[in-house]
């Protein structure tokens, strides 16, 4: 468990890092790990099976991994949206396009690939098997839906916020230089 904390305390700073921003690391990250507990619900209601395996618990590691992929990739292409357009629809259809059919192909291999242990002889590696595929397919849907929205909302604040501390920062040499002006002219005394 130590490590796997440790695995996404890194991922968790390279993403921030990466994307420049805690808030879309933070919550990208959710996105991702909030299919965990999808897939095992849907195990648990087809298999009829409550129990979780000690591979089951390898499933963050793998997650944050494919996971983080994808927002990478989301991240990059909001950033590439910017040279086809200002608006935040098109630029958000260009995401969606782009990075929706990207990450559609690497997820769905590699669910394909999990989901070919089905056809194991041992009932464990069937298990994780469908868990992962489930895995995967669920934090993608769930990034697909929820991340490239987040983006346009990370950018608004954004600007928001640099707009608010460029005014802050204006008022404050505007307020200088009156109080220079004033003590040059004698009136600061006044």
């Not at 700073?13 to 994307?19: D, K, L």
């Not at 648990?44 to 000690?54: F, K």
Request: proline share 2%; charged share 10%.
């Amino acid at each position: 468990m130590k490590w796997a904390v440790g695995a996404y305390c890194f991922v968790l700073f390279y993403a921030t890092f990466y994307m420049r921003s805690l808030i879309l690391s933070n919550v990208g990250l959710f996105f991702v790990l909030i299919s965990i507990p999808g897939a095992l619900s849907i195990l648990s209601m087809l298999s009829g099976s409550s129990t979780v395996s000690l591979m089951m618990f390898l499933s963050m590691f793998i997650i944050v991994g494919i996971g983080s992929d994808m927002l990478f990739v989301y991240t990059d292409f909001w950033r590439q949206s910017l040279q086809y357009s200002r608006s935040p629809l098109e630029r958000l259809q260009f995401v969606y396009v782009q990075a929706g059919s990207s990450t559609a192909a690497t997820t769905f291999t590699t669910a394909m690939s999990f989901l070919a242990n089905l056809a194991s002889a041992l009932r464990a590696l069937r298990e994780f098997g469908f868990f992962m595929g489930c895995c995967v397919v669920l934090a993608w849907i769930t990034v697909f839906l929820a991340f490239p929205p987040l983006l346009v909302w990370n950018e608004r604040c954004h600007r928001r916020m640099r707009r608010a501390v460029l005014r802050l920062a204006a008022f404050e040499v505007a307020q200088t230089h009156v109080t220079r002006w004033m003590r040059w002219t004698g009136l600061a005394s006044v």
